[in-house]
Antibody, heavy 124, light 111 residues
Framework: QVQLVQSGAEVKKPGASVKVSCKAS????????ISWVRQAPGQGLEWMGW????????NYAQKLQGRVTMTTDTSTSTAYMELRSLRSDDTAVYYC?????????????????WGQGTLVTVSS | QSVLTQPPSASGTPGQRVTISCSGS????????VNWYQQLPGTAPKLLIY???QRPSGVPDRFSGSKSGTSASLAISGLQSEDEADYYC????????????FGTGTKVTVL
């Protein structure tokens, strides 16, 4: 069965960086993309971007450009999300999710499996 | 802020039908398909509806989705206590080099 297992909770100081991992199993890793979504405490879902595990192409949310990097290691079927220059408003649960995408007359883009989430707390 | 607008809350008694709306624009719902996610308290979101009206395997047929123009809706018929959760609509948006946008979220309460 498809599983996405994320790394554990992190506590970071403002200005630091965090790198969250997402290990995939149960499917051919390079056949799908991985997206990252975050959720601040008590707030809604925010798309951070995604990476094609096939060719490494990325598309980041404009507000995070320059601070976020998404990578994959196909040898271990693991995706990574690094966020730099952390601020207090980066405190959130970070989720990875498997991307399904197809384009015909419209773009069909959605997440069919999600990781369990990783709490990142930014505090001095 | 979220690009797709949902009502903050909805409620019903067991067995009732509840509908949640999702309003967008021509660059997202008007051009691409809509998905819905259910988030139970303290858990990761779960795909509920994809491609406007398709249910993944395992999702009860009490849940149905529809889309018209730049709006979409999720209907829950035969409401059950375990349906109490947050619901988010989402769609690809063609603006700003492309991005995925979520709705503001709707908290469904079973009275």
């Amino acid at each position: 069965q498809v599983q996405l297992v994320q790394s554990g909770a992190e506590v970071k100081k403002p200005g630091a960086s965090v790198k969250v991992s997402c290990k995939a199993s149960g499917y051919t890793f390079t056949s799908y993309g991985i997206s990252w979504v975050r959720q601040a405490p008590g707030q809604g879902l925010e798309w951070m971007g995604w990476i094609s595990a096939y060719n490494g192409n990325t598309n980041y949310a404009q507000k995070l450009q320059g601070r976020v990097t998404m990578t994959t290691d196909t040898s271990t079927s693991t995706a990574y999300m690094e966020l730099r220059s952390l601020r207090s408003d980066d405190t959130a649960v970070y989720y990875c999710a498997r991307v399904r995408v197809s384009v015909d007359t419209a773009r069909n883009y959605y997440f069919d499996y999600w990781g369990q989430g990783t709490l990142v707390t930014v505090s001095s | 802020q979220s690009v797709l607008t949902q009502p903050p809350s909805a409620s019903g008694t067991p067995g009732q039908r509840v509908t949640i709306s999702c309003s967008g624009s021509s660059s997202n719902i008007g051009s691409n398909t809509v998905n819905w996610y259910q988030q139970l308290p303290g858990t990761a979101p779960k795909l509920l509806i994809y491609s406007n009206n398709q249910r993944p395997s395992g999702v009860p047929d009490r849940f149905s989705g529809s889309k018209s123009g730049t709006s979409a809706s999720l209907a829950i018929s035969g409401l059950q206590s375990e349906d109490e959760a947050d619901y988010y609509c989402a769609a690809w948006d063609d603006s700003l080099n492309g991005r995925y946008v979520f709705g503001t979220g709707t908290k469904v309460t079973v009275l």
